[in-house]
């Protein structure tokens, strides 16, 4: 039943019962009408009381909530409402925040407390959540691990540094997670969301443990020998930090500490598990005791069955000329995160290597992918692919070609081909031009040569109806920086606005800015679309003010300018998503199988070789969804790491929120919509954002003047008039009404 009804019964109800009221109260009175008519409006206005006060009881139980901003940023999705309202076991939230917080933060507190209250308004009894008093912050941050983050705050023409905590504690049975510092509002509920499905999943899967999770600190002997600081504590310490995380991990853990100089059968296992090794030279150290040359494994391994994962550890000079342990810091929190990792059932991503694509485990370049690995880490694990040793696992719902160099073998994009064909999806990030640095000449003012990339992948994708261009778009609206002194136009580092994004796609439609660079156009083949009934979405595209360089590419931006005639510019389409059922690209064709190597070493490598065979599938069995976008430079860690600082640059001096969503934004809602999460793009762009008006022309700026000043009050007046006109019409009627009566009387 509606409220309304309710409201309706109640305000029935309480006639008949005034009615009723009257009529006894009318008997007994002998003084005249008036004084029941008294009598019967104090009954009236009492039960017009508790009318309202039990719609208010009814409110308590039957009430609504509604959300008019644009994202829902106040309210949860349905995918968090499903997870708090099915929890089968307490789940806590302890929130760590500062009362005294920069202003800058105080709208992070507040929301926080909105989102949580709204956890706990569609949370079962298991949820519940607490804000830690200030008094007990600092103890309770410490038990935890949490450290204050630094916030700058402006006050009496200074700039103040205060150490605030900002931060939130889930925790669920013996299994804690963390958010530590939460400087920013963007995401934060599919942050909490998140990490109570990865806790769930992390729960279900330590229960199902058979054998424990073996954590194996590599370190030879030989180390001990060296100037390391606290290389004799180090072993307590690792004791200490896997203690602890048995107590949040149902006791799954369990410690080796192995000497690969001393068991061959350690050392065998730390090169195949890929353990760093440390080397050094001979010398001497501070005690003038000689250090004979020598090299050692360094590093930790987490193992269960056939999953790996390794923490990091190194050991590093210091400016005062010692050596210390690097990779220690928050060892705690790495182990628990690698538990998750080992036990975890979460969608896997093929990530194909080994023609040169960009390295997910490169930590120092800019030019590596590690920043990738941890955006899509979060959700989701990456399995990395070599074609040339194994097939495509089945499992696998995803693969993603980035930047690959060399070229793909038959027998390599027959993998492709047939994994595509099996229903599954695929995410390529192509470049037309590869950059070749000159060495020394770059010094002088030399630059780098650009020459094209040939991969192999071109003919698969055409049989598809997929192109990319041999080209480079340059657009007017692109990334702004200082070159030769001045501040100039970087035309090659096109930065895509809200009306570059495909407003229907849930991939793109909460975007509000990108960063590209030397990207190429892709475009789909008309006839190929329209025979085999594909759907397309041209998901980023840039600006009207765009056109191409081809033929000889150079980058260098002291030569580049727009063309003078605006004819020669256009719109191109830089990332396209072609969904349906695919012919194969070996229909009928001979499938290329390779032939087998000998076990002889020294045997010639064995060439491919065509036999005519059967094909697995020549239509893909499901829907089939394809992403090709014109450039991998927008996956590489110094790309990513400065996307936001890339966007902002276009339009210096702009309050502009574009900064907010960066290229890892776009790159994680291109996976999860392909491997059927569409619910976290929305989700993870929820924030408090400020959204001010679209930029707009001089004539509409003059129409929308005209509309408040002029218009707004004359449609004022008009309806002033036309109600008085209708009021002087009823009155009328009223008048002519009574007159006829008056007569006929």
Not at 230 to 249: F, M, T, Y
Not at 492 to 503: E, S, Y
Not at 624 to 639: A, C, D, M
Request: proline share 4%.
């Amino acid at each position: 039943m509606k409220i309304q009804d309710i409201i309706g019964a109640c305000r029935a109800g309480s006639e008949r019962l005034v009615a009723r009221v009257r009529g006894i109260l009318s008997g007994p009175v002998e003084k005249g009408e008036q004084a029941g008519n008294g009598r019967g409006v104090g009954v009236q206005f009492v039960l017009y009381i508790v009318i309202i006060i039990l719609i208010n009881l009814v409110g308590l139980t039957l009430n609504f909530r509604c959300d008019l901003t644009r994202n829902d940023s106040f309210s949860l999705s349905d995918r968090s409402r499903d997870i708090v309202a099915n929890l089968k076991e307490n789940l806590k939230i302890r929130v760590l925040f500062s009362k005294d917080l920069p202003a800058q933060h105080t709208s992070i507190y507040r929301y926080l407390k909105d989102l949580l209250e709204e956890y706990d308004y569609y949370g079962n009894e298991y949820f519940s959540y607490e804000i830690v008093d200030d008094k007990d912050l600092e103890k309770v941050a410490a038990d935890y691990g949490i450290r204050p983050v630094q916030s700058q705050e402006f006050e009496n023409d200074q700039v103040k540094v205060r150490r605030t905590y900002m931060a939130l504690v889930i925790r669920q049975s013996d299994v804690i997670e963390k958010l530590e510092a939460i400087t920013d509002p963007t995401g934060l509920e599919y942050n909490i969301t998140s990490l109570m499905e990865k806790m769930s999943g992390k729960i279900d899967g330590l229960l199902r443990l058979e054998q424990p999770i073996q954590v194996i600190l590599y370190m030879d002997t030989a180390l001990k020998e060296l100037p390391i600081q606290d290389i004799d504590s180090l072993e307590e310490k690792v004791k200490a930090a896997v203690e602890k995380c048995n107590s949040e991990n149902y006791d799954k853990l369990r410690l080796q500490v192995l000497d690969p100089s001393a068991d061959k059968t350690a050392g065998i296992s730390a090169q195949m598990y890929g353990v760093p090794k440390l080397n050094w030279k001979a010398g001497q150290d501070r005690t003038g005791k000689f250090i004979a040359a020598g090299d050692a494994y360094f590093g930790i391994v987490m193992k269960n069955e056939n999953k790996v994962e390794i923490i990091d550890i190194s050991v590093a000079p210091t400016l005062m000329g010692k050596n210390v342990i690097t990779g220690l810091d928050k060892l705690e929190d790495r182990i628990n995160n690698g538990v998750g990792s080992l036990v975890s059932a979460n969608p896997r991503i093929g990530y194909i290597s080994g023609q040169g694509e960009v390295d997910l485990d490169e930590q120092q370049s800019p030019q590596g992918g590690a920043v990738l690995k941890r955006i899509l880490s979060d959700v989701y694990d990456i399995k990395q692919v070599s074609l040339e040793k194994e097939d495509i696992p089945a499992d696998l719902g995803l693969i993603i070609v980035n930047g690959p160099r060399k070229e793909f073998t038959e027998s390599e994009l027959y993998k492709i081909d047939q994994f595509l064909m099996r229903g599954k999806s695929a995410i390529f990030f192509l470049d037309s031009f590869t950059e070749v640095s000159m060495g020394r000449q770059t010094q002088f003012m030399q630059q780098p040569l650009v020459l094209p990339v040939n991969t192999g992948l071109d003919p698969l994708l055409k049989s598809y109806g997929i192109t990319v261009s041999k080209n480079i778009v340059l657009d007017s609206s692109c990334a702004r920086g200082m070159a030769g002194g001045a501040v100039r136009d970087f035309y090659h580092v096109p930065v895509i606005r809200k009306a570059g994004f495909n407003q229907q796609s849930v991939i793109t439609k909460f975007l509000k800015g990108l960063g590209f660079i030397k990207v190429s156009s892709v475009d789909a083949d008309g006839e190929t679309v329209k025979r085999l009934k594909l759907s397309r979405a041209d998901l980023v595209s840039s600006s009207d003010e765009s056109w191409q360089m081809t033929g000889k590419i150079n980058l260098n931006p002291f030569l580049m300018s727009p063309p003078e005639n605006k004819a020669d510019m256009k719109k191109y389409t830089v990332a396209l998503l072609l969904s349906g059922k695919f012919e194969s690209h070996f229909k009928n064709k001979e499938i290329p199988i390779p032939e087998k190597k000998e076990k002889d070493d020294t045997a010639p490598v064995a060439k491919e070789t065509f036999k005519v065979s059967k094909l697995d599938a020549t239509v893909s069995s499901g829907v089939t969804n394809i992403i090709v976008v014109g450039s991998s430079e927008i996956t590489r860690s110094g790309f990513l790491m400065n996307a936001k600082r890339i966007i902002s640059s276009s339009a210096p001096g702009e309050d502009s929120q574009d900064r907010v969503f960066s290229n890892g934004f776009f790159i994680h809602s291109m996976v999860d919509v392909l491997l059927g999460n569409p619910y976290i793009p929305e989700m993870a762009s929820k924030s408090l954002e400020y959204n001010p008006l679209e930029k707009t022309g001089d004539r509409m700026k003059i129409a929308l003047k005209v509309l408040n000043i002029a218009l707004v009050p004359i449609f004022i007046v008009a309806a002033g008039l036309f109600i008085l006109k209708r009021r002087s019409q009823r009155k009328k009627r009223i008048q002519d009404r009574f007159s006829r009566e008056a007569g006929h009387e």
